[in-house]
């Protein structure tokens, strides 16, 4: 049997530093499962002795071939009377051969992802699907080397995808020097232990990867309270012994207690955790109340700007109100919800707010933990739905948020759906679009284009409202 392999974890070099020497009873060389432990595990051989009578006769060599090579692996054998064999020097040569034609920058310390889609979805949307994901992933600074793609009759429970094909892709991955393997799809905590048993790679899912996003973009206290919970509240069903796939959140949380494991103490100090946070955030929860209630009684409108990730909120915030919010062109830059007073001629003035992005399937913890700041959309007089209209999947983009207003019980609220972008693609197109979403084309950079959009604000806000009044 092979043993725990723990003191010997594959690094950023391409095999595990590590030789398996091992003896056949009869005359085979290494059959499909030393292959298969080769592949998956690295070792930098995997040498097996055969015997005749008790008497040593071969050896068999079997070793990993760089990537691109029509074969992955070669077998060679000697006679064990004059075996003669430089391991060091064979072992050089290969592993600078297959940095090289791998071509990863070794100074680079940021991780390297293979995305991962397995679905029975149509083709062109898990094509859709892939893109996001990779725009997440690029988000949240990693380097994606590969993009894998498998449309399945049907979701294998255990793995997603078959176990043989599971297992290729992990050779795949670690042949192109892959350390994080990223599925698009939503694992359980059983898929998740499942998959990590299997590879010694970290293995998240999208609702990971966007909390990891979260995490380094949270700036208030507010966000870093609602993020944290996030993660913990998504962390607690998924901790397990082995602990790599959670090694991107369970950093710091762990020490051993007397009669306890590891893993009693871990669960525990993360319940403590989640109350903790969960008080915490009834606190800054009041606070913001008492803030609601005086704007009311100013009775001062306030529009929010409600959109996809990345259609331009902040960017046509800061344009409409000459401020500096910040602005980056990334999923999820804007994390925290921003208002800014923006004033007319006719001394009327009303609030905007800037809010988180939505997307499409949401994680319902990360739902769960910003109701409270999209509690605030309750009080908004109107909301603007901005739309990145050179989005090629914009259609898909308005039913999610859309769906995601239904979940907040904010349907009924008064919205405007505004086309941002219109620059990027033709005028011709542009005019066509928002006519037939009976919508306003704006470009957020472009002041110009924003005047309808203003006189389209006040027009909502107080000349509908005085007809509505004289009409009472």
Known sequence: MIPELDNFPIGRRPLRGLRYVHTHLNQEPPDREDI????????????????????????????????GVERQFEIISFNLSNFRFNFR????????E???????????????????????????????????????????DLVVIDKVVQRVKEINPKYLLGEGKLKELIIRAMDRGATLLVFDQNLTPSQIRAISEMTELKVIDRSQLILDIFAKRAHSRDGKVQVELAQLRYMLPRLTGKGTAMSRLAGGIGGRGPGETKLEV??????????????????????????????????IPIVSIIGYTNAGKSTLLNSLTKSE????????????????????????????????????DLPEDLVNAFKSTLEELEDASLLIHLVDISNPYFENHIDSVRNILKELNLSQKPVMLVFNKIDKISPSEAEQICRRYDAIGISAIDKQTLLPLIEQIKSKLWEEKLICNALL
Do not use: C, W
């Open 325 to 360: 919010v910040f602005v980056e062109d990334k999923m999820f830059a804007t994390l925290d919800t921003s208002s800014r007073r923006l004033k007319f001629p006719e001394e009327k003035e009303l609030i905007i707010t800037d809010t988180v992005g939505f997307i499409r």
């Open 98 to 140: 297959m940095d090289r034609l791998r071509a990863i920058d070794t100074s680079d310390s940021r991780e390297r992802a293979i995305l991962i889609s397995v679905s029975t979805d149509p083709k062109y949307i898990l094509e859709e699907h892939m893109e996001e994901l990779e725009e997440l992933a690029l988000s949240t």
């Open 36 to 67: 298969t432990d080769l592949r998956l595990l690295r070792f930098d051989i995997l040498a097996v002795i055969t015997q005749d009578k008790g008497i040593p006769q071969t050896i068999y060599i079997a070793h990993l071939l760089p990537l």
């Open 89 to 96: 020097e064979f072992i050089n040569n290969i592993e600078t």
């Open 266 to 299: 871990d669960r525990r100090r993360i319940k403590e955790r989640i109350h903790n946070l969960e008080n915490e955030l009834k606190k800054l929860n009041m606070a913001r109340q008492q803030r609601k209630k005086r704007r009311r009684e100013v009775a």
